[in-house]
């Protein structure tokens, strides 16, 4: 038996990367194994080294005074706090009072530690509870967040809990980090273990093979495994917030799913058509792995668009979405065809599903097919497409009016920033600053900062002067409630404390950080706190994000017309995809920000959307979304050019993708509520948001919107001008294309064998690879 050429001249390079998947398949798989064990070992301890926080700009005016803070005033910036509790005796009594300052100067003892204050030793109002029975004590962990969170889990097991007359819990920023850090990685394992047998077991109800459904768990843990190796090493040169694992899982298993889906059902088809195991393989990848490759590639540049923002959590998302989505491809279009070589027809094996087909196949006295294969399975789909057409506009015009109503409450969204709300209500961090919130007059870390910086220098009289005529001009804004300072350092740097009206980073406090930053000065200032850094990320995001929607529009753009040959197409995918996340953004407000089904779903309101969450969603999303797109596009483009019969064209290609795309939708969704029953409420919000637009895409979009559309616009959806055709026609990508490999010299009377395996010309009727399978299905 000839080796089947799996190479195109000049082509896409599909067939020259799996040369040696097909000629070594044992090799290669034992590659793999080899490269996923030092994967294991490369990331291992990958999520110890990540953060959780990355919401703000690095480059901001807030991030700057904030580190001089920092640096020069310690005190100014506490990022723990000891909530004392003195009971009925109060925090006045003597001996709460004792032990609330010995607690205050071993603290101060702790190495790490700097500008502990408590209120037993500067008695500042704020550091009081209004019913006289808790105060606070305040300090600044030194260093990172790493190092941050080492020097709490050393210090707090000696400060929390009984204490004398006093009762001590932890809060503030450094401990509402560490206990986020915590909770998300142990929800993410939860939440492997409940997407990995539910998969499974849809994968079998899919594939009926045990065997078949195994396929793509292996591939998704392949994609999984390796980007934490390499989210390792981006570890050592930048930044990585710890809820990029959460996408790591969520796209590993989801697209290594949907590549593998597509790959595999084609292979089986090829199989019963009687093709040879090297000839399935070869035609599976010349026509399903084309376009798992064109898929991945969209998914990619649309994460990619993440990059443009400064925000070290967006970045985050990026590095794994992009690694696990490459990853994921290449797996599927190296790993799994050695998988199916080594396997041959044994891929149907261990069929759970035999005696029902069986029987099934008794009764209709023939050989029943596997449900969703073969052409019988799409019946019911082509009918669906037929009815969808025959009305047309009013699906249509239905479907767009909904999906837009289902949108409007997006229109209400109030951006915000993460605090410690986003745990659950019985995290110890979430309760010490509820109480503060609840008991307190002010919350140390929620006012605004000044800092100030001498121009030049002055006299101690001249300087006294201006700093008095500024702090007036502060004091008078209409929403200041107190002005605290200034203090100023050796070298004249100097620090206020305003605290806003209302809440920390409501609208007014929002506004007064733009009023404080308009107020004249004769030295430089800068201003920070919650609601400035919330303004500061505003602005990185609104002035970054005109850059990343024309990224993805583009270059989608780009690649459907590169599929298509067409500029309508790629306009209507566009806009077709926004349609269809109207829905999660919907929701988003409807839920999670106004607070509708919180107590079911269990977490805390805020009347607010983290600022850096749409745009991330927006990209998981909408990269999904084309995902599933340029699979069914591939297929109607494929018959459209066997055919020329543009309505037939849209029916073959729902008909052939509809299952396998509701299919990997539902498993991938599946997946994203796993993530989505995590105790943190961002985490939430992504997975239960993610899952609604996913399914929103393939249940609403695919079945509906474009099969009507594409009616509508009849045969005019495949213009292009003169000179694009000529462009496609020499640059284009084509899923259904079968390009005869080059033929060696033969020798007098010798038999050159071709891919197809028949020694000559292609068999009547085989013009292309796909035009035929009986499921036709990629």
């Known amino acids: ?196 047998p539910v998969t499974l077991i849809l994968l079998v109800m899919v594939f009926g093979s045990a065997v078949a459904a195994m396929l793509p768990l292996a591939v998704g843990i392949v994609a999984i495994l390796g980007t934490n190796a390499v989210l390792r090493g981006i570890t050592e040169f930048a930044d990585v917030s710890v809820f990029a694992m959460n996408l790591t899982t969520a796209l590993g298993l989801g697209l290594a799913i949907d590549y593998a889906l597509f790959i595999v059902r084609r292979y089986r088809e090829e199989l019963e058509r009687g093709a040879e195991v090297r000839e399935a393989v070869a035609t599976t990848l010349r026509t399903a792995g084309r376009t798992v490759l064109y898929s991945a590639l969209t998914v990619a540049v649309s994460l990619a668009a993440m990059l443009v923002f400064p925000q070290y959590f967006l970045r985050s998302f990026a590095y794994a979405g992009i690694a696990v989505v490459l990853l994921a491809a290449a797996a599927a279009l190296l790993v799994l065809p050695a998988a199916l070589i080594v396997l041959g027809h044994r891929v149907n094996a261990l069929d759970l599903r035999r005696l029902f087909r069986r029987r099934r196949a008794g009764a209709a006295g023939k050989t029943a097919p596997a449900a969703g294969e073969g052409a019988a399975s799409g019946a019911g789909w082509g009918r669906f497409a037929d009815l969808v057409m025959r009305r047309a506009p009013l699906f249509a015009f239905s479907t767009i009016a909904a999906l837009l109503l289902l949108g409007l409450p997006f229109l209400g969204v109030k951006f915000g920033t993460p605090d410690d709300r986003q745990l659950p209500t019985t995290a110890e961090s979430h309760l010490v600053q509820q109480q503060i919130r609840e008991g ?115 270059t989608t753009l780009l690649i459907v017309f590169l599929l298509t040959g067409s500029v309508l197409i790629p306009l209507q995918a566009v806009v077709l995809n926004a349609l269809s996340l109207t829905a999660m953004f919907g929701a988003m407000v409807w839920i999670f920000q106004d607070g509708n089904f919180s107590g079911a779903l269990g977490f805390t309101p805020t009347g607010d959307i983290e600022t850096n969450l749409p745009v991330l969603m927006f990209c998981i999303a909408f990269g999904l979304s084309m995902d599933y797109g340029v699979f069914l596009i591939s297929r109607i483009k494929e018959e459209y050019d066997r055919t020329h019969d543009h309505d037939a064209a849209v029916r073959f290609g729902l008909q052939r993708t509809g299952g396998l795309i509701t299919a990997a939708a539902v498993i991938l969704a599946v997946v994203m509520v796993a993530i989505g029953t995590s105790r943190v409420t961002n985490t939430k919000m992504l997975g239960l948001g993610i899952a609604l637009a996913v399914l929103m895409d393939a249940m609403v979009v695919r079945s509906l919107l474009v099969p009507s559309v594409m009616k509508l616009m009849g045969a005019r959806s495949w213009w292009a001008p003169a000179p694009l055709r000529r462009f496609h026609q020499r640059f284009g990508l084509s899923e259904g294309e079968e390009i005869a490999p080059p033929a060696p010299p033969a020798a007098s009377g010798e038999e050159v064998p071709d891919a197809s395996g028949t020694g000559g010309a292609a068999p009547p009727g085989r013009e292309t690879v796909a035009s035929t399978a009986p499921g036709g299905g990629s």
């Open 1 to 196: 038996m000839s080796e089947v050429n799996t190479a195109p001249p000049g082509g896409p390079p599909i067939g020259r990367w799996t040369r040696f998947v097909v000629a070594r398949p044992r090799l290669a798989l034992l590659t793999a194994l080899v490269l996923t064990a030092l994967a294991v070992f490369a990331g291992s301890g990958v999520a110890d080294r990540m953060g959780s926080g990355g919401w703000e700009d690095p480059a901001a005016e807030s991030s700057y005074a904030t580190k001089a803070l920092q640096r020069e005033f310690p005190a100014s910036q506490p990022n723990l706090l000891l909530l004392v509790d003195g009971g009925r005796q109060g925090v006045d009594s003597p001996g709460v009072a004792a032990e609330g300052r010995r607690l205050a100067e071993s603290l101060a003892a702790e190495e790490g530690i700097t500008g502990v204050g408590s209120y037993w030793q500067t008695p500042s109002p704020a550091l009081r509870a209004e019913d006289g029975r808790q105060a606070l004590i305040a300090a600044r962990i030194l260093g990172d967040e790493k190092t941050a969170a080492e020097v709490l889990e050393r210090i707090a097991p000696d400060f929390r809990g009984d204490h004398g007359p006093v009762e001590v819990t932890i809060g503030g920023p450094v401990a509402v980090s560490h206990e986020m850090t915590t909770i998300v990685q142990e929800d993410l394992l939860l939440a492997e273990m409940i997407a990995l």
């Open 440 to 554: 307190f007059p002010g919350s140390p870390d929620g006012g605004l900062q000044i800092l100030t910086e001498e121009r030049r220098e002055s006299g101690e009289a001249a300087r006294t002067a201006a700093h008095a005529e500024y702090r007036d001009r502060v004091a008078a804004l209409p929403g200041v409630l107190r002005v605290d300072g200034p203090v100023f350092t050796a070298g004249g740097t100097g620090h206020y404390s305003v605290q806003p009206r209302g809440e920390a980073v409501g609208e007014g406090a929002q506004r007064l950080v733009h009023q404080l930053r308009d107020t004249p000065a004769p030295f430089a200032t800068a201003v920070t706190g919650r609601a400035a850094v919330l303004e500061d990320s505003k602005t990185a995001i609104g002035d970054r994000l005109p850059l990343a929607l024309g990224i993805i529009v583009v």
